[in-house]
């Protein structure tokens, strides 16, 4: 089990959301597919580990251990580290070299761990440096707001950006956005016609790859006892 105990989502053109919590217990679990990448910052049994946990294309396993204590920093889509294509982090996680004390290594630079408190100033001496940074053109673009660009443009700034295709997380968008629907007391039937999935088989094989469940178990899952 996963406690966590503060979490918020951060008004910054870099930061989606940031959290701070606590295993309290080995678990399994199921990540869903993602966009977004992470830098996470976990320490267990006083070792400290810094990670750069990219992009996901479809959902995995996940599993966790009793008693670590960890912070993560969920970047919008479009930001990214130019050092480090989105392409080499995609479904990876990757250990970041550790400093002295509570610091790590980054771009030849060393950086010492930010709070759940400070984690927006923190990101903002990252982007300052330019070991963060981020492309607008790829929320346009999935806002539908963009000017005309060419396809083999937009294919290069994704695929660089997020190490995804746009295409590919319109699907991850979708599957979310009916994982919202059904938990809201949508009718499976209903919600696989309002976002345009060919029948409830095509809902139940995008659901189950992308995050990990059938519609019939979400829907389980949030029905209250009688």
């Known amino acids: ?21 606590y295993t309290v217990a ?21 070792v400290l580990r810094t990670l750069v946990v990219g992009a996901l294309e479809a959902a995995r396993p996940l599993s966790y251990v009793a008693g670590a204590e960890t912070l993560w920093i969920r970047f919008k889509v479009g930001t990214f580290l130019p050092h480090l294509p989105a392409t080499d982090t995609l479904n990876r996680e990757i250990t970041l070299s550790e400093g002295s004390g509570d610091n790590f ?26 070991a963060v940074t981020c492309d607008p053109l ?41 994982v919202e629907l059904l938990r809201q007391g949508n009718p499976i039937l209903d919600t696989a016609h309002e976002l345009g999935y060919a ?23 949030h029905v209250l006892p009688g």
């Not at 080995?26 to 006083?46: K, Q, S, V």
């Not at 290594?105 to 060393?110: Q, R």
């Open 26 to 46: 080995d678990g399994l679990t199921m990540r869903p597919a993602g966009y977004n990448w992470h830098l996470i910052f976990t320490r267990h049994e006083g």
């Open 1 to 21: 089990m996963i406690i966590i105990p503060e979490e918020r989502f951060v008004e910054s053109p870099y930061i989606e959301w940031v959290a701070h919590g």
């Open 138 to 178: 790829i929320e346009a673009a999935l806002r539908d707001e963009l000017a005309p660009t060419s396809a083999r443009t937009l294919r290069y700034r994704f695929q660089h950006s997020t190490g995804l295709g746009q295409h590919h997380i319109r699907q991850i968008k979708r599957a979310q956005r009916a």
């Open 105 to 130: 290594w980054l771009e030849s630079k060393v950086w010492e761990i930010p709070t759940f408190e400070n984690a927006e100033t923190f990101v903002k001496h990252l982007v300052r440096t330019g």
């Open 199 to 221: 029948d409830q088989s095509h809902l139940t094989h995008s659901l189950k790859r992308f995050l990990g469940s059938t519609p019939g178990e979400i829907v389980a899952s």
